[in-house]
């Protein structure tokens, strides 16, 4: 497990909304981090792509001025450690408002089944 960069500053008379992407190192989830950072949310990036989700979060952080993005090396596929990030990614948030699942598994499958 892996943990990028300081935890987001909380602001006790404000607190921002938060919000967990689970496949955010590009794509579909990279574009919905980026727009819940815009709208003003902390963001907890999770991906087992390490260097694009560096990359994202320090583009993110550029982007609203502040530090408000971490991301968290995981791979879904590695099931022993769900729950582990999980409570991780709860310590540091304390709670969450969001959660966008956009990983999966395709797992094989012959070409009779489709």
Known sequence: MT???QKP???PLAPLPKAVVVGA??????AIARKLAQE???VALLSRRR??????VEEIN????????IFYEHDVTDF?????MFQTVMQDLQTIDVLVYNAGVQPSV???EY
């Open 110 to 112: 012959g070409i009779s």
């Open 3 to 5: 943990i990028g960069t």
């Open 40 to 42: 003003g949310y902390k």
């Open 51 to 56: 260097e694009l989700l560096e990359e994202l």
């Open 9 to 11: 500053v909380e602001h």
């Open 62 to 69: 550029s982007l609203v001025g502040e530090q408000r993005a």
């Open 25 to 30: 190192s590009s794509g579909i989830g990279a």
């Open 80 to 84: 022993g450690k769900t729950t582990t």
